[in-house]
């Protein structure tokens, strides 16, 4: 199957600094990602939709100046969280769609946020 | 709007017992079907979907769901529990529009 992947995987970082998130569709172009937060022991919270060369889609209530989405190409994207504070610390997951219409999601194995 | 509701945050089996995890659904039009299963710390991995196609899915390490219409429910089974089905399990929905609404999972514990 299709395989991304992310990075870091696990990232420390100080209240009021910004740290990015990359997600690779290592073996196929990826029009469309997507970018979820899982906090402990709930379910996925879908934040944004990324689309390559155009501006990210954000759910509602997720703040976009926050959490920038940069859809550079058409096997990465990432998610910078701008100044951060304790309560962004979480497990944010990415995946990639693969096609159109076929809502094949494959998901990269998260990279977990703490920040102090 | 799409909606999906898993009775149970956490279901116990014995090794080698049925494993049985619920799922009901909302949707507006008929919807695709997923089952997800995720390790600790790791990403989620696709178990088996449904597309409308069969309404019985056969997924990977021997799961399967199905689909009733009538029900709106798309339930997780497995005949006999192993050691190594530990894990969380999530339930999703969509509605061809590429979102996907995830369930608010289910731990599955296996008891030796």
């Known amino acids: 199957g299709a395989v991304v992947s992310q990075h870091p995987s696990w990232v420390i970082c100080k209240s009021g600094t910004s740290v990015k998130i990359e997600c690779r569709s290592l073996d196929f172009q990826a029009t469309t990602m997507f970018w979820y937060r899982q906090f402990p022991k709930q379910s996925l919270m879908l934040m944004a939709t990324?689309?390559?060369?155009?501006?990210?889609?954000?759910e509602q209530g997720v703040e976009k100046d926050k959490f920038l989405i940069n859809h550079a190409s058409l096997t990465l994207s990432t998610l910078t969280v701008t100044s951060a504070h304790p309560e962004d610390s979480s497990f944010y997951i990415c995946?990639?769609?693969?096609?159109?219409?076929?809502?094949?999601?494959?998901f990269g194995p998260g990279t977990r946020l703490t920040v102090l | 709007a799409q909606s999906v509701t898993q009775l149970g945050s956490h279901v116990s089996v014995s090794e080698g017992a049925l494993v049985l995890l619920r799922c009901n659904y909302s949707?507006?039009?008929?919807?695709?079907l997923f089952w997800y299963v995720q390790y600790p710390n790791q990403g989620l991995q696709l178990l088996l979907k449904y597309t409308s196609a069969a309404t019985l899915v056969k997924g990977i390490n021997g799961f399967e769901a199905e689909f009733k219409k009538s029900e709106t429910s798309f339930h997780l089974t497995k005949p006999s529990a192993h050691m190594s089905d530990a894990a969380e399990y999530f339930c999703a929905v969509s509605e061809g529009d590429d979102k996907i609404i995830f369930g608010k999972g289910t731990r599955l514990h296996i008891l030796p």
């Open positions: 949707s507006s039009v008929p919807p695709y």
């Open positions: 990324s689309n390559e060369g155009s501006k990210a889609t954000y």
């Open positions: 995946s990639s769609l693969l096609g159109e219409g076929r809502n094949e999601q494959f």
